[in-house]
Every structure is written in C-alpha cells, then in structure tokens.
C-alpha cells in the first residue's frame, strides 16, 4: 500500500489510531478471510479493495472532488444512490460496524444504544473514517428512534448533516411521504451541486445502480448450488464493498465472479464439502467489518448461503424500473423501488419474513439465523413473530443477539454448534 | 466397547464412562484455573475405546486429546434420554449457562433457550448470595426450605442483587426469609426460559443447580409440571457426550 499518511492528516485523520485501526483490520481479514479454502479467483478484487479501502478508493474520492463532484455519504438502504449519480456525486457507506470509541460516543449517548449508533459517533468522534471525513454532506434517514435521536445529537460533530424524514407503513400516504422526501433530497443535491437533474442524468444512473444490483442477484441466485460455490463471508464482504466502491468497475467485478462461480457450479466445485449445512442468516444490516458472527457460523461446520439483510438482499433485490419521460415519473419509479424495501420499522411488515422463507426455499437452506442488534428494537421486537412463523414453515431457526463486542463470543459458538447439530439431525 | 464424556464446565469438570450401555464410572472436580490438567487427571487409569468432550472447555480438549466434541445442548439432550425416557424438557442450570431444551417423541433436539452472556441466575449467582447471606450452599438451601414468606428480590444481576440483599437484611429481613426470595427468583426465571421452548411435559433438571432440593419444589410449583431430578444432576452432560462417543461411526 502506498503511503496515504498526508492524504489521512489532510482530511484531519488521527493518523496514529487510524494506523492501529489498520494494522488491526488487516490481522483480522487475514485470520478470518485469507485462511478460508477453495476461494474463488474473482476474490482477489475485494481483497485488493479491503486493502486500500481507506487508502485508494479515498484517493479516487478526492481526486473526484478535485474535479468538482460532491461526496455524498449515507447510513442506510434507503437513500437512492440514483438520485446522487444523477447530480454527478460520489455516493458513499460510512462507517459503522467497529467497536471504536465507544466511551468518547457513550459520553454524547446512553450506553445502552445499539452498537451500530455507537460505532458511527465512534468513528467520527476518533477521526477514524476517511469517508465520513471527506463528505461533503452526510444524509441521515430517521429510520429507528434510535436513530432519528441521535442524528440530532450528529448534527453539530459534521459539516453538513441533511436529515431525510421515512414513512412506517405500506400505506398510500407513506408512499407519498417518501417521494416527497425524495423530491427534496433531489433539491438539496442540486443546491449542493449547481447541478440540475435531467431525464437523461437520472436515466443513466438508474442504469447504473441497476446494473450493480443486478450483478448482485445473479450472485445471490448462484448460492442456491450445493456445493455453494462461495462462502458467506466473501458474499457478504462484497455486500459490504457494494457501499463504497465505485459502481461500474464494482459491477464488472462481480459479473467476473460470477462467471467464476457458474463454472464452479457447472464442475459441482465448492468452498465446503456438498452436503454442508446451509444457513441463512436474516435481521440487522453488518457493517464493515463486523464479521463475528458469519465467522462462527462458517467454523462450524455450515456455510451461510444468504443474507436477508441491508447489507444483503434487502439492499439489492429490487431494481428500478426505468419508465417514464420526465425527471416527475422517473422519481416514481425510484420511489415505487425503495418503497419496496421491507426494514423492520415498517408496521405491519409481512413481506419481511415471507421473503426468507422464499429465500430458505430457493437457496435450499436447513435453518435461518437470526440477527439482532443488541438495543435494536424493531428488529429485537420482529424476531419473535418471524421465529414463530418460520418454525410453523418447518423452518428452523435460531434467534442470536449480540453486539460488535468478542466477550460473548463462545456462548454465541455453543448455540451456533447445537443449532447445526439439530439441523442435522433432520 | 467403553466410551468416555468428559463435560468441561465453568466450575466443574465431569467425566462419565459407559460400558455395554450401562454408567460403570463418573468422576467431578473443580475446573479450577487449569481445566486441561483437571480433565487428565480424572482421566488418569481410566481405559476407553473412545472418547467425546462437550462443556465450556470442548475445544480445548479437542485440540489436546484428539476427540471429537459436542455441545452442552446435545450432550444434555442425549444424557437426559438415558435417565429418564419420558422428559421432553430439559433444564440446565450449570456453573455461568441456564438452558432450556424441548425434544421431539423420538428424544432429538427440537428447541433450546439460553440465559444471555451474564450468569444471572446460574450457580454462580446462588454462590455469590449465599456467601452475602453467610451461608455455605447446603445451608442456603435448608434455609430457604424452612423460611416463612419469601422477600420478592428484583435484579437479576448478581451485583445488583448482592447489594439489595444487603439492603433486605438491613431493613430486619430475615436471612430465610431473603434465602427463599432469590430462589423464588431464579425458579421463576427459569420456568419462563423453559416455557419458551416447551410448555408441557416433564422437566429433566440436570446441572450442579439441580442439587439444590429447595430448586426443584420451587421450580415444580412453578411450572406445575413434574421435575425429574437425576441421581447426580451435575455428570448428565458427561453421560451424553460418552453416548455420543459410543455411536456407530
């Protein structure tokens, strides 16, 4: 890697924590990522992309605003990365999945506070994360209460802090209230940007976005093989990059991998012996590089074969539907997309579950696991109901919470192990 | 053929040796800081054909005695079936874990429960407050047998709990009388943990907890279900796993 350090300083970067932050990160991927057998070639790419997440792909974004683009960061699936390509912006995830500076963030929050609210003080408030450093605005989506309070406590650690409002049912004035939401993103962009967007900006960057998500379904669907042809934690580490790369060249990669991984499938080629206990894993969105619990699961004999999650299908699965002539019709055919979107602070939200049985169907999963967020109610509150109703299915499943911590790391192992014990058994 | 479990636990290591399906040996001692060294001295002269370890400490036993490891969930599940055919529950309250297990009618894993990361109302906890009772384990559960009206005890946190049974005495509670409530109180935790998984049936009690004769009344009244306690509560694990060792391969 190239050395970064005055780029780091330039954006106000704690170049020594960072450096230990990296140095830990990097032991981390190694143990839980490079030691894995069988990986697919088109792997390599992602590993590269790791390695210079903060290093290269944050030189890429400031030469971009060099040459006058906006960097536009987000927290959360349901900010149209559409609508930020279509001003000429760079759309970027921020960081949110480390256990770092919890007691600098525990001084502005209650500690009792989801991990994932904690982390995104914690990045900021350490100087840690050259994304959030370098945005020129960051959006926050008042999804959970916990949220939607805590951005109000964000506001004055940040440049510029654009809060956007989001409905909590399926209902026609939801739908309203989100694309209207959406029309006054579209003003603060161009306000930001001295842009204007037009049918054709937009048409392209819908196509764009789509082409990326497309790419993730086919690798979605090529996780239905037995052998699986890749693991969960390299599918969910793509997941993850699928919010900090850039969209093209990432699109291109994992089209490369999935021509890979239909050979693999073609020749019954996998990362774990055919066979192998197949798991899905559904709740709360994994931020980089929280990867405890894939990491059990897959030294447990099992490999994960989907993640119905943000960071996973709930991210991915809808594209947009490029109809209409004006700038008018097109922001409903994004709204009807994001609409579709079924987080757990929706009330009711059925096709939430009814979409993991789909996926426990397609992908030929034994069991569902699922996530929860330590102080994550709406997805702690909706594991009960969706637990009942995929047991009734004759779905297994294992309900987990936990948090970015390691303390709770051999309890989570025991249950783990005597949930594919019992899947076994089957 | 003989097959040996070995149970590596929080607080104790168990060791239990089948021959021809029938228990021939079992052994406890405390874990104590060196949980390795334990499981080989109570393997010390002990011949078998095979052997399986489950508990906290499996893996480390694996990587050391070269066998294959089960969990406390399975061994629990296996070791209950051999006592007792007809339980299709199963408590543990062990030295840091509770579990929670429902078997289907063919005696396989169907659900199981556990306490979260902390030892809220584990062995571990009945420890603490009985040393903040002055109590010795025994004493604490005479005591509770024999008390007039339980004090309700609200926190489940063995810290916060320490401190309000300081608090209780204080007030002129008396030390039966405290003894009874914080049993009341994991009695009735653990009766919702079990209920989460299985509503009726007999309840297994297994794990060191299940020594406690003021436990099992409470838990029976409950959940007013009937509760099986084993001969030697704490070596059911051990058992399981030497099942496990002595299935066809």
């Known amino acids: 890697m190239a050395d970064y350090t005055e780029m780091w300083k330039s954006l106000g970067i704690d170049v020594e924590n960072h450096n230990a932050l990296l140095a830990g990160l990097g032991q981390a991927y190694t143990d839980i990522f490079l030691s894995q057998k069988n990986r697919p070639e088109g792997m390599k790419y992602f590993d590269f992309v790791v390695s210079e997440v903060h290093g290269l792909r944050i030189k890429e974004i400031m030469d971009a605003k060099a040459q006058g683009k906006k960097v536009i960061g987000s927290y959360c699936v349901f900010v149209p990365e559409e609508l930020v390509l279509a001003v000429d912006g760079v759309a970027v995830g921020l960081c949110a999945g480390a256990e770092l500076g919890f007691e600098a963030a525990e001084e502005l929050l209650p500690r009792n506070t989801c991990s994932l609210i904690k982390s995104m003080f914690g990045f900021k408030l350490g100087k840690l994360c050259p994304y959030v450093e370098s945005c020129d605005v960051i959006v926050g989506e008042n999804t959970c209460d916990g949220k939607k309070k805590a951005y109000e406590i964000f506001r004055p650690l940040v440049k510029d802090l654009y809060v956007m409002d989001l409905p909590q049912t399926k209902s026609d004035a939801g739908r309203l209230m989100l694309k209207e939401e959406y029309r006054k993103f579209i003003a603060k962009l161009e306000q930001e940007t001295g842009k204007k967007i037009t049918v054709q900006s937009l048409k392209k960057a819908i196509e764009t976005v789509n082409a990326k998500r497309k790419a993730m379904i086919r690798l979605a669907a090529l996780r239905a093989a037995d052998p699986a042809p890749i693991s969960g934690l390299d599918a969910l580490l793509i997941n993850q990059v699928f919010f900090h790369d850039d969209p093209a060249r990432f699109t291109d990669s994992v089209n490369k991998l999935c021509d890979e991984l239909e050979t693999r499938v073609k020749e019954h080629k996998g990362v774990m012996p055919k066979g192998t206990t197949r798991i899905i894993v559904s709740g709360c969105p994994m931020a980089v590089p929280n990867w405890k619990l894939p990491m059990l699961i897959e030294t447990s004999n099992a490999v994960i074969v989907g993640e119905e999650s943000c960071v996973g299908e709930r991210g991915t699965r809808w594209l947009t539907e490029i109809k209409g002539n004006t700038v008018e019709e097109l922001l409903d055919a994004i709204t009807d997309r994001y609409f579709n979107v079924d987080c757990a602070v929706f009330t009711p939200n059925p096709s939430r579950v009814n979409h993991v049985k789909e996926m426990a169907k397609n992908l030929h999963a034994d069991g569902v696991l699922h996530y929860s967020l330590q102080f994550c109610q709406p997805y702690i509150i909706e594991s009960g109901p969706v637990e009942k109703e995929l047991e009734n299915s004759h779905i297994p499943t294992l309900r987990l919470e936990t948090d970015y911590s390691q303390e709770d790391a051999g309890q989570l192992k025991t249950r783990i192990e005597a949930f594919n014990e019992r899947l076994k058994k089957k | ?249």
């Open chain 2, 1 to 249: 053929m003989r097959y040996a479990g070995i149970d590596v636990g929080s607080r104790t290591v168990k060791l239990a040796v089948l021959e021809d399906g029938r228990l021939v040996s079992s052994r406890t001692s405390a874990t104590s800081h060196n949980p390795l060294g334990i499981a080989r001295d109570l393997l010390k002269g002990v011949e078998y054909d095979r052997a399986v370890a489950t508990g906290y400490g499996r893996h480390l036993i694996k990587g050391h005695l070269d066998c294959p490891v089960v969990t406390e969930i399975t061994a629990f599940v296996r070791g209950s079936r051999f006592f007792s055919t007809e339980c299709r529950a199963v408590l543990d309250i062990g030295g840091q874990d509770t579990k929670a297990i429902s078997l289907d009618e063919n005696g396989n894993l169907k659900k199981f429960e556990m306490n979260d990361r902390c030892a809220a109302g584990t062995g571990r906890f009945l420890e603490v407050m009985a040393t903040a009772l002055g109590f010795t384990l025994e004493e604490f559960a005479a005591a509770a047998l024999t008390a007039q009206k339980p004090e309700k005890i609200n926190s489940m946190c063995t810290v916060f709990a320490e401190s309000e049974v300081v608090s209780l005495i204080n007030q002129g509670a008396t030390r039966n009388d405290v003894a009874l409530g914080i049993h009341k109180a994991i009695a009735s935790r653990s009766a919702g943990l079990l209920r989460r998984v299985a509503t009726d049936g007999k309840i297994f009690f297994a794990g060191g907890v299940a020594l406690n004769p003021c436990m099992r009344v409470l838990l029976e009244k409950e959940t007013h279900r009937h509760v099986i306690v084993p001969p030697d509560p704490q070596i059911v694990g051990a058992v399981g796993a030497a099942l496990v060792a002595s299935d066809p391969l």
